[in-house]
């Protein structure tokens, strides 16, 4: 099956600064999801991004299909961003079934 | 539009138990998968349910089951309940045609097995 990993695995930030987040995945794709999930477990969608670029506020996104990776941007980190972030992905095209990178740990410090 | 919810959100069973949890997709959705979290495997997906039928299973025993009702909602059993079970059980609500799917998660089941 297709594989995701996701670096760094652990992320410890001051409070205002940018990170990055990466996820490779080691074949073709149909979709791809970034997620954050909450202190409670569930799984916050941030981003449905299987090429190109999208933006929503702080955060931005980019995947490059062709060379099998994907890129969240965090700008200006703030406390409430702490948490895990997931990349997903469904390479099948039909089976409704995600394979997640096994995600990056964010600790936002104040 | 109200989001996937998931009932209930904690239960604690003892080993050998059987065990039923629910989840009710986005109105209109008639998609939903399963996934199963622990921090050794991590995010696994257990099976997807559409119009009633299994279409998808992952890699899980037998003793894991589920089905799905006329209105979308789904169901999901564990027979013979074993420490290892212990877990948060995530379902999706599915949106979309085709090769387009985008998941949407409900809050979880948090299950513990003693």
């Known amino acids: 099956g297709i594989q995701v990993e996701q670096s760094p695995p652990d992320l410890i930030l001051q409070e205002g600064a940018n990170s990055t987040l990466r996820c490779n995945f080691s074949d073709s794709v149909n979709n791809l999801q970034w997620f954050h999930q909450n202190p409670w477990g569930q799984l916050i969608n941030l981003f449905y991004?299987?090429?190109g670029t999208k933006q929503n506020g702080r955060l931005s996104a980019t995947t490059v299909a062709t060379e099998r990776y994907s890129l969240l941007y965090i700008s200006s980190s703030q406390t409430t961003d702490s948490g895990v972030y997931f990349c997903?992905?469904?390479?099948?095209?039909?089976?409704?079934?995600?394979?997640f990178g096994s995600g990056t740990q964010l600790t936002v410090l104040p | 539009k109200a989001g996937v919810t998931q009932t209930p959100r904690y239960l604690i069973k003892t080993r050998g138990q059987q065990v039923t949890l629910s989840c009710s997709p986005i109105s209109g959705h008639r998609s939903v998968s399963w996934y199963q979290q622990t921090p050794g495997q991590g995010l696994q997906f257990l099976f997807e349910?559409?119009?009633?039928?299994?279409?998808n299973k992952g890699n899980f025993p037998g003793r894991f089951s589920g089905r799905q009702f006329s209105n979308s909602r789904s169901e999901m059993n564990v027979s013979t309940l074993e420490l290892g079970d212990s877990a948060l059980y995530l379902c999706a609500s599915n949106y979309g045609t085709g090769i387009y799917n985008e998941q949407f998660f409900g809050p979880g089941t948090r299950l513990t097995v003693l």
């Open positions: 991004i299987p090429s």
């Open positions: 349910y559409f119009s009633e039928t299994q279409r």
């Open positions: 997903a992905v469904d390479y099948s095209g039909s089976a409704r079934q995600l394979t």
